[in-house]
């Protein structure tokens, strides 16, 4: 799989390229365990592939992704191939970069050139929402989900996530919203 990006000079340019995570040095023999890994990483670059068309496509239909829930709900069902594989989960943050930053950042709200953006907190964000029933996806605000899904494994907990989508109605985002979901977290540890 393609993690990181390095310059290389081809006839007198300088030009970025990707550089694998794993290294095969010519001359040495290669034992079964590198063969595996690159194999892995094989698979692992083709279902980022496969996953990134599958969004270009579905982005079609909306015309406005900036904090759209549903463009972020729909593009995290894509993202859910993770769960697939043990070994994709391990490495989560690197797929994530890989196509948040180096494949199509337009798709993750990512601007290369000024080289901001979120990059690989949107693709887990969209990851993460597209856990939650969709009937509560439309009962909060894309930024009162955004401080949600800060807590771990908040989707989990159905009865919590209700009570704390009870509170957005009365409640924007931000610090005041955080507060008061880690004191509903703390009532309902003591359950």
Request: hydrophobic share 40%; proline share 3%.
């Amino acid at each position: 799989m393609v993690v990181r990006r390095q310059i290389v000079i081809i006839d007198d340019q300088e030009v970025e390229v990707p550089v694998f995570d794993t290294k095969i040095i010519p001359g040495k023999e290669i034992d079964t365990d590198i063969m595996d890994k690159i194999s892995k990483e094989e698979e692992i670059e083709k279902k980022i592939q496969e996953a990134v068309k599958k969004i270009r496509i579905m982005r079609t239909r909306y015309k406005n992704i900036f904090k759209n829930t549903d463009y972020f709900f729909a593009v995290g069902r894509v993202l859910q191939f993770i769960d697939k594989d043990d070994y994709f989960k391990k490495q989560k943050g690197k797929i994530w970069q890989r196509m948040a930053r180096d494949l199509s950042p337009d798709l993750f709200l990512y601007d290369v050139k000024k080289k901001i953006g979120e990059s690989k907190r949107y693709p887990e964000f969209m990851y993460l929402i597209s856990k939650i029933p969709i009937r509560f996806i439309r009962v909060a605000s894309w930024d009162q989900w955004y401080e949600i899904m800060k807590f771990k494994k908040i989707y989990e907990k159905q009865q919590l996530l209700q009570k704390i989508l009870q509170e957005c109605k009365f409640i924007g985002a931000g610090p005041i919203l955080r507060n008061k979901i880690k004191e509903l977290i703390k009532n309902y540890e003591k359950r």
